[in-house]
DNA sequence: AGCTAATCGAGACGGTACGTCGCGTCTTTCG
DNA sequence: CGAAAGACGCGACGTACCGTCTCGATTAGCT
């Protein structure tokens, strides 16, 4: 069917993990494509053969890098929220913040960059969104704010502690969040 | 006192003018120093001995942003807040996203960066910081939530905007913002 | 054989033409690199991945001047040796000065470079040292001294004068150094 | 008198000895102006007011060198000549070589560099050139050559062997280079 | 079995920018 | 007025990186 010698399939593999490497250690612009190649034992041919630019190969490793993560509503707002939000709360905690932090340089200065962190991180979003529509629905959220003003105030103050003020993020604030999105626990009084 | 000839003080204004102009037009990679000394009428050299690298310049550059900001309490927290929170939209807004994004890499890799950063930001947090604790002691805010994580509600999300998922940051998004946080005007009713 | 791609042949014609032209225009220091590679329409990178240094690169040019000199003994050896020493002279003289000097103190500095100098005059020495030998079995020249010695007195004079007092070296000088070291032509008197 | 400051006498002598140590450590291209100074703890302002360049600095440097050599000419010229070319041998061989070719290299480039080596050799060549004189008027010496020629084909060789040939120079290598110059001697036969 | 087509490794190449070094000039303050 | 200190302009050097290219060697399917 089709001729020519077959693709490598151990390639990809390979690079996307060199790539993993570099990427952690110096960042977006620490990441030379020479040097992928080299730490894969691959031409640099081979390489641009299959991602057109060094922002299409970490367009690729982060796309890699998505998880599926399970999550099951529960039904209990709260609850479904605090579960979400420690998940993503707790993504961003595991890799180092130079790597957030160029990811996010990078998405904006190449789009195609930003597409596919946004992609990344969709799933959890569209989850969070839905648990925060059901909710309102049920008039356990006020009614006052649209949702996705609530999703923003929910997972916005992540990315803020971690780039800007570099704050602590443990499970105390991830509640104290919930808290303040959700108002005041009825069960609890 | 000081010995040597001093140093020209047109130079700094000259040179971070033009690398602001630089960085407007093709964002921190765009940005080439030759041509800042160049377009600055400064050798590079010169250029070299204030600031000793590209990064270090363009934080510069920022930091050189910082402008006072005149700021009045009315007394109304709603139309405070919105003021504050619309001043840092507009801030954010006026330079090219890289340059934010460039910056918060910037700040994560190197702790002195990150200071300089925060300090950019101080005046302004500290008065919405003052306004939400003022608007909680006059019970005009639901007291379940800190202070902190309302500031972190009320300005995360900028950043969480401009940084991660794109969306636009009009003065409508800041109305529902302040909106969300503060609950439903009660004179509006 | 050879794995990837193929150095450009025309490459190092080129550069090094461009790099005798500079030479000739403002000696050693007013050689540059960036001008060569400019005027041999190559890229400087290209440049240095075959010479390591300027330096190495005016060593090239001044082994590229070797020429074969055709040299067929007549049997005279005051024909012979004005013909050869002419020939040495001549050469000195084509090239500048600094040429020579900044080579001399290249050779001193790096072992390989005098190599490589001393291979540049092998041949014409030789020839020189053969015809002494000769005239000085056949008795046409006195034996009390060595024929390394006189070949040192036949050619050093023209570097000391080029290196160290600056005068002239023309023909009647050439003659007369020939002239000196034969002693008096028999067939003139 | 004279208004102002007076100069400070002792900047000279640390100025040339910096110079010097400099020379020796990395020839006339790794004497580097700023380093001089700082290592003669002198303002570079200071050094350029005496020496108006680099080329200057290391003219007068050269000129400090001028020893006056005793000599008194014995009216044997076997006895003279060896002394007074052992002398200039010797004097070749207590400095790197890297420092004769240096500052011969700087010669061609420099004119002035050029006229101080040669005045630095002037008084022992005119001494040489004196006794050949001599010599050839009492008819020790062959006079089918010119004394200038002469006095070529004894120091020339030196330079020659120093800077092309590499090959020693040794006591015995002057003897030849007279011998061979005046001739066996005839009170040995 | 031979031809054809695609892949891979290896490295040359052009272009652009970076940061450093050196020279010689200048502008200050201090003695 | 000399000296110290250091800023400044200019120009060159050598390095790093990206993305393209040109090879030879390999590995398949197709005729």
Redesign the interface.
Known sequence: MVRGRPRDTGVEARVLEAAMAEMRAG??DGLSVDRVADRAGVAKTTLYRRWPSKAELVVAMITGLRAAVPFEPSGDPRRDLTELVTGIATTLSAVP??L???L??A???EPRV?ES??AL?AERHAAVTAVIGQAQADGLV?G???PA??V??L???????L????EPIDSA?VR??V???L??DPEKS
Chains 1, 2, 3, 4 share one sequence.
Not at 155 to 161: E, S
Not at 163 to 166: A, E, K, Q
């Open positions: 960042g977006y913040t130079t957030i932090a160029d996010a340089a998405a904006a200065r930003g962190v946004r991180w006020p006052h704010a649209s003003v609530l923003d105030q997972v916005g103050p992540l990315y803020y502690r780039l800007v003020t570099g604030y104290e969040l808290h303040s999105t108002g005041p």
